[in-house]
């Protein structure tokens, strides 16, 4: 099984960034994912440390398809490719209404969007050598419109604070062959009120939004989930925090539902007295 991590970069200096990049690569995690919101531009980031290391590929999870012009975003994915020596892969998505109406885009259907988008990347021919090999490309997809799109047109599909039970759907939707990359949320934290506070406001900004509610109701949740920050139940299920043992057995219950790949979202990596890798040593390939 893959491994990899997604972590904000923000909370690194740009040497520190690189040395968490090669500690994640001597721990055999295979990919570190690069998110997108107000921060570092991730494909430009992602350029800087393809440069800097020797095995990881670096990903963008997700590069949003709102802000770049799909011409662009064919030409990077290629040159990446290509400059790397296949070790960069693009994960795409729409992000959330008001996220793209703060910077000035008209919101549209995901799926029209999507789809318009992938189009034109198809149709660009790229002036530069061509990589070794195709630059893995995934969508970000909850719903089964998207996925079933992402199974169709790119490598496979991204889900983000899911329960292995929406891994196991989603493998049935897009079949066998379509990749499945999951990113989940870990805290290593053994005390229920701390853990459980850290987890809520990790997740603050996802528990107020109506489009996750909408895929959470499916996995059995209700409104009285939603509330005063998220149920114990729900930030339990979406947030594994406390020992080693309890951090692997979520790993792997994603992993037997179906997913390829499973993207370790670590909580509290950069912490007052350095940085804190108890989640990723607890959760690597390599252990």
Known sequence: M???????????????LVEFAQALETRGYDSLWLPELFG????GTAGYLLG???????ATGIANV?????????QARQSLAELSDGRFILGLGVSNPQLNASRGHAWQPPLRKMTAYLDAMDAVKVASPAPARPCPTYIAAHGPQLQKL?????????????????????RQRIGPTAELNVVA????ERDPAIARAKARAGIKVYVGLDYYH????????ADVDFTDGGSDRLVDTLVAWGDERVLR????????AGATRVIVMPFGVQTKSGVDLRVLDALAASH
């Open 2 to 16: 893959k491994r990899g991590v997604l972590t904000a970069t923000e909370q690194f200096s740009a040497e520190g």
């Open 40 to 43: 570092r531009e991730p494909i």
């Open 52 to 58: 800097r290391t020797k095995r990881i590929c670096i």
């Open 66 to 74: 709102y802000v770049r012009d799909a011409h662009a975003t064919a």
């Open 150 to 170: 992402g199974a169709a047109r790119t490598d496979g599909v991204i889900t983000y604070l899911m329960t292995p039970q929406h891994t196991r759907e989603s």
């Open 185 to 188: 949320m870990f805290l290593a």
């Open 214 to 221: 909408r895929e959470w109701r499916k996995l059995g949740f």
């Open 249 to 256: 057995e979520r790993i792997d219950a994603f992993e037997a």
